[in-house]
């Protein structure tokens, strides 16, 4: 199987590359975010839960985020490998998946991280939130909010994966296209 974990603050483009990566190499796509939203839209309890914590820029507690990722794995058993979008996003996410995967037995392949300049990362959000109807990159501090959360408790993740010899920095600006080239680069070298 081949597994990535696609990683990067809110806005370094890991939802539009992921769309690409999962066309050439036939992989499942499992973005966090999307299931919680399409959690919200269908008002689940878990949607209920999740938004308290999405409206604010905050992360949803690991043991509801894992369990929920976990059966989205198992839901897809059959699959050539997976893309993880916006998972892990903290240390205890990193090893809950590692062990999970091993269990089914699999193991994450690589971790692609993309690179962007806060800046551009804030006006990307805000473009975004002009054009969908995403509350959480409507209003600066809410995005302000989730690059800090991104700072203190997700960037160590990358750690995780440097320590297993499977990190790899992509720089996340420039066109979509370059930016799919350059992940596309990386995986076949593989
Ligand atoms: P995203 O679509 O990846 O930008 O995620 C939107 C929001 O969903 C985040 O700001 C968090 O509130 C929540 N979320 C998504 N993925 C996770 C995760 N792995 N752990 C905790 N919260 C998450």
Redesign the pocket.
Known sequence: MLNIVLFGP?GAG??TQAEKLISKYNLVHL????I??SNIKGETDLGKL?KS??D???????SV?IQM?EKEVEANQSANGFIF??????TN?AVALDEFLESIPTEVSLMLALEVPKKELIDRLLLRGKESNRV?DQDESIIEN?IR?YLEQTAIVAKHYQSQGKHQSVDGQGSINEITERLFQVIDQQ
């Open positions: 809110p890991k939802g973005s966090t975010g999307d919680f939203r999740a914590y999405m604010k820029g905050e992360l949803v507690p690991d985020t990722l979008d916006g998972f892990p996003r903290t996410q959480d989730r959360v």
